[in-house]
Structures are given as C-alpha cells and as structure tokens.
C-alpha cells in the first residue's frame, strides 16, 4: 500500500532510501542484496557493451569482437572477477554468450549471470546449455503492452519452471517503471538509467513503490554511456564516450542543457586525485537504494577507476554530503529536484 499523504509518503521513502539494500564489504569490494532474490551482487558489476572499435557484424543486428578485442575483453573481465565483481551481464546480439560461458565455466558457483535477449524457448534453452543455470534474465520494454505481457508469462512460466532464478526488465521510461511494478506478476529486478545527472524528480513515484516491493534496482548508464567523459577535463588520456554526442540515455533524446550539466558538475566536489568519472561513480554507489551499478569497461584504467571509486564512496566532504543528501531527497520533494538556487535550471530544461 503506497503512502496516501505526504507526510506518510516523506516518512516512507526517507528511510526506504537510506536503508534500502542490505550490504557488506569482503576486501575492496561492497555487495548488497538484489531486492527479494537472495542474491548478493557487487556494486561495481560488469556491464554487456563490448567496445565499438572491436565490433564486426555478424549478420542481421549481430556483433562479434575481433580476436584481439575479444582477448583484452575475457582479461579484463577476468581481473574484475579477482577485485571482486561477481555481476557479469551478457549481450547475445554482441556475440558474448559463448565467450562467457567459457571464461565463467571454472568458476560458475561464484559468478552471477545476467543476460537479455528475447524470450523465446530455444534461447532459453540455449542458455541453461550453456551457462548451466540462468541467474537473471530481462528484456527491454518502452511500453507494458499486450506482447509485452505475453513475454512476461513466457519469462515467470521459466522462472517457475526453475530455469531462471530471476526476472526482470529494463526500460529508460519512468512510467513504464511504474507499470511494470503493477503489472509484471513477479518482478524481481528492474535495469534503470541512473547517474549524477539523471538523480531528478523522474523517479518520485517510482523508486518508493519499488523498494516497497522488494524490487531489485540495478543502475545501468552511471557514466550516461561514457557522455560524462565529454565533461571532465581531467579525464584518462583516450578516454571517450561510447556515442559521439552528449546525452543522458539513447541515441536519440534530446541533449542535456549545458548549463544543468556545469552547475550539477561542480555539486560533485570531486576528492583529490579524483576524475569526474569516478566521482560519478562514487555518487552513484552512494545510493543505497541501488543493488549494483553496471557500466561497460573496455579498458584495464576505466576497471581501475571505478574500483577506485568505489573503494573511497564513503570518504565524502560536508559540502558533498549535502550534495548527496539533496539529490537523495529528489525522490521525495516533486519538482525540486535541485537546491533553491539552481532550480531555474530545471524550469528553463523543462521549457
């Protein structure tokens, strides 16, 4: 039952989002429980994207990596499983599921598998062959529709059948969120965009009624697809985002408004030594409602820097504390997504 009044629904959400996902620390890395599942999962997870300049077509909207692109991917996957990562999410149209299933197959008791593809029973069955069991498996939906159902009760009929342990969906769209929650039987988990830009009022309906729910919430874009990298003048050398242009989410939204983006930029307070980037990161960890943020890594440094992050998430100053604690409160104030003094920049990107 959702809050009816507002001083229920603060009083809900602000303890919800504080103390959200169970959590423990074992080395360097954090893992906290994915919603109701059970499962543990490390809040630096290894996301699906393979590196665009390694890609080769493969026929119709298929992709496989170079031998060489596809040699550094498995090393670099590799040493994200020895600093901890146990999350490790498999495209089958950029022609990962076998090399995944491969470099896992050693160590499958300790590596949780995420994939998304379509739902239909050879791919299933294809991937309870190759991986031995499903530990999670979505697909994207920008609307909960009629076919949209159906291939849920295919994906729940899987899940009960014991060849999936969970099941969920992503989805850039908040109201299709929302749906899902009301309407997708059994939904374990949902892939949303989150990162220091997006943390806005989008999500205020959303994100109470998930947690509520027992609903995992895996971020997924922490770096807004690498566009963060456009920002940051201190940046690795040769770092650059995955799409030319800047953008929160897909190739064809609209982009952010400069000025947001610098005025948001500075709320960050980076630590010393510190990338944009990995205070992006860092703020996205700090969200405790988050189960996992999970990000493309192509490089040996975008892997060292996110580790970094992650490491130092709860070394924050006053000021950023407070940054924190306002974008926190985004999912519970309506609009004001942004202190008093920046709020006409949410006034001139909505017009």
């Given at each position: ?80 499983f020895g600093l901890g990562v146990n999350l490790l999410d498999v495209y089958e149209s950029e022609g ?256």
């Amino acid at each position: 039952m959702i809050p009816t009044t507002r001083r229920a629904f603060l009083g809900c959400c602000t303890g919800a989002l504080l103390n959200a996902a169970q959590e423990y620390q074992r080395g360097g890395m954090i893992y906290r429980r994915l919603g109701r599942t059970g499962m543990d999962v490390s809040l630096l997870s290894f996301g699906s994207h393979t590196d665009p300049k390694d890609r080769v077509k493969a026929g119709r909207n298929q992709t496989v990596l170079t031998a060489e692109g596809q040699a550094r991917r498995d090393r670099i996957i590799s040493r994200a499983f020895g600093l901890g990562v146990n999350l490790l999410d498999v495209y089958e149209s950029e022609g990962q599921w076998e090399p995944a299933a491969r470099l896992v197959r050693e160590k499958r008791g300790q590596v949780l598998i995420s994939l998304a593809h379509e739902v239909r029973r050879e791919d299933l069955e294809r991937a309870a062959r190759l991986f031995g069991h499903i530990d999670l498996y979505r697909f994207h939906a920008a609307e909960i529709d009629g076919q949209t159902l159906e291939t849920w009760d295919l994906l729940r009929k899987a899940k009960e059948a014991g060849v999936i342990r969970a099941i969920g969906i992503a989805t850039h769209i908040e109201r299709t969120m929302t749906r899902a929650l009301e309407e997708l039987e059994g939904i374990d988990y949902l892939f949303f965009p989150y990162n220091f830009i997006h943390a806005r009022a989008d999500y205020s309906q959303f994100l109470p009624r998930a947690i509520q729910q027992g609903v995992g919430l895996i971020a997924m874009k922490p770096l807004a697809s690498g566009s963060i990298m456009r920002l940051d003048p201190h940046a690795r050398p040769g770092a650059a985002p995955e799409f030319e242009r800047l953008q929160l989410w897909q190739r064809g939204n609209r982009p952010i408004l400069p000025a947001a983006v610098a005025e948001l930029t500075k709320s960050l307070d980076r630590l010393p030594d510190e990338t944009l980037c990995m205070a992006a990161m860092r703020f996205v960890y700090a969200k405790t409602f988050l189960s996992a943020a999970i990000t493309g890594m192509f490089e040996d440094r975008l892997l060292d820097d996110n580790y970094q992050a992650l490491t130092r998430y709860r070394e924050t100053r006053p000021e950023e504390r407070a940054a924190l604690e306002a974008a926190r409160q985004a999912a519970v104030r309506g609009s004001a997504w942004l202190p008093e003094e920046y709020q006409w920049l949410d006034r001139q990107w909505r017009a």
